[in-house]
């Protein structure tokens, strides 16, 4: 292995060039006369979404990481091939042509090590610094190209990845395909939290690619290297689980989710249309530890009632907690439209910690001629078909890729989401959700309109935006600190 320079540097993120292709699977030549010496570079790339990395260990125990970097193919297909045969692996690297046939293949050395349940052994190299220098503690960790968690990286390429999501071999199989497409990256260190042994303090954490599998894969030292600013305390308390793949029905309930990519109906077509409902479960409540005597809670729903699923992606800025938004149109699975509709905002409260699109919905209290009184300081939503509304719709979709928050809202670390709001289902948000809710503490005894109001900046494309606003009408009265609220007719 070569020895590390120790210098001290600055974090540094590797930015990703946005180019991408469509490549299409095949048939299979003969293994044989497709043999090649020389291979074309794999054009794989690190990419950390992070600048610091944050370890709260238990007492007397090595610190899990969870890195936010990712091992991205910008600009071309990654593709390993692996045979098993009693109990050897054999690794090969695919390289195919425009039309999904292999043209080239090559067998990548013995250190290119199988472990069957996570990959590429030893992929990583992970090397903590401390402030003079020196080196404070090292660990490696596998690679799963094809794992559980991938992320576009540009949009130019497929909209979904059709690589399996496992690395897992059983003891029957005889070949797997492992891959990365192009634009797409798969989630690297944190996916298998890697152990590292130091004391609490502030470190230079360089994450490498092992400099057998980067020469065996031609991949330059500058795409095969990231360093993140690493904090690690030990608290009593037990350190957060990373984010998996949770079931969840509703908004507020299983509030982690992952980054996974969210199909696109291979049929999807047209326009969406958002429909807002009317508020229900309307009451009055209060939140003490804000300092608020009198809230106004409620549940809302907005559904698309259109010819076409409503699809926002959101692309990560380096280094912000943000990302940029588009609005994507499909039609058999192919882009043939994009705008940019806004951004995505990271929400921290507890009962949310995912990715938010702004702008999706606002909810105000009005008076009975339009005159707004308050509002709900919440605009910000993660979209997702959590209940059916109405399935005979022509372009309706019976059975959505997913349901709830699970797959649809991101974890922090996020690269790349993908949410949709597929044809004759809604995205409804409980009262019991953080900040749905309004301040009614200085609103005086009396008539009003709860509207409801979706696209309310009008960014989002959509059919049509008559149906846009919903009201109901509600009477507050009470007393300070023990408001009560009614709906009437209005």
């Not at 991408?20 to 054009?43: R, T, W």
């Not at 989630?187 to 020469?215: K, N, Q, W």
Request: proline fraction near 8%.
């Amino acid at each position: 292995m070569t020895t590390p320079d120790v210098r001290p540097r600055r974090p540094a993120l590797v930015a990703v060039a946005l180019v991408a292709l469509v490549a299409v699977v095949g048939p299979g030549v003969d293994m044989v006369a497709a043999q090649s010496k020389h291979l074309p570079p794999a054009g794989l790339m690190l990419v950390a979404a992070e600048p610091t990395v944050e370890a709260i260990r238990p007492p007397d125990q090595p610190a899990a990481l969870d890195l936010h970097t990712w091992v991205a193919s910008p600009q071309s297909t990654f593709e390993l091939e692996v045979r098993q045969e009693a109990g050897s692996y054999e690794v090969w690297r695919v390289v195919r042509d425009r039309s999904g046939r292999i043209r080239q293949r090559l067998q990548l050395p013995d250190g290119s090590v199988i472990d069957p349940f996570a990959g590429l052994d030893g992929f990583f190299e992970l090397t903590a610094f401390g402030p003079d220098g020196s080196v404070a503690g090292t660990t490696t960790a596998p690679f799963c190209p094809t794992g559980w968690r991938s992320a576009r990286v540009s949009d130019d390429g497929p909209v979904s990845n059709r690589y399996p999501e496992l690395c897992t071999i059983s003891p029957v199989a005889e070949a797997l395909v492992w891959g990365i497409e192009r634009g797409w990256a798969t989630a690297g260190p944190e996916s298998f939290t890697p152990l590292l042994d130091v004391e609490d303090g502030d470190y230079m954490l360089r994450v490498a690619i092992a400099d057998r599998y980067r020469r065996a894969l031609d991949i330059p030292l500058e795409r095969a290297t990231v360093e993140l600013r690493l904090e690690v305390t030990t608290s009593a308390d037990p350190p957060p689980e990373s984010a998996g793949p949770l079931p969840s029905v509703t908004h507020g309930e299983g509030s982690e989710a992952t980054a996974e990519a969210r199909e696109v109906t291979a049929g999807a077509g047209g326009l969406p249309d958002l429909v807002a409902l009317p508020a229900y479960d309307v009451e009055a409540t209060n939140d003490p530890e804000r300092g608020m005597d009198d809230l106004l809670a409620f549940s809302t729903t907005v559904w698309n009632g259109g010819d076409g699923p409503l699809v926002v992606e959101g692309f990560r800025r380096a280094g912000e907690p943000l990302m940029d938004a588009y609005q994507y149109r499909y039609q058999r699975g192919r882009k043939v439209g994009r705008s940019l509709v806004g951004t995505f905002e990271y929400d921290q409260r507890e009962g949310h910690d995912h990715w938010h699109f702004t702008d999706f919905v606002a909810h105000r209290l009005v008076e009975l001629d339009g005159t707004e009184v308050a509002s709900s300081g919440k605009e910000a939503f993660c979209l997702a078909p959590t209940d059916a509304i109405d399935l005979t719709l022509p372009s309706a979709v019976w059975r959505p890729t997913l349901t709830g928050l699970a797959g649809s809202c991101g974890v922090f670390g996020a690269l790349w989401i993908r949410q949709i709001l597929e044809v004759g289902w809604g995205d409804t948000y409980n009262q019991w959700v953080p900040g749905q809710t309004i301040d009614i503490s200085s609103v005086p005894n009396g008539d009003y309109l709860l509207q409801v109001t979706a696209n309310p900046a009008g960014r989002l494309n959509e059919l049509r935006t008559d149906n846009n606003v919903a009201s109901l009408a509600v009477t507050l009265g009470g007393e300070p600190g023990a408001r009560t609220v009614a709906p009437t007719s209005p």
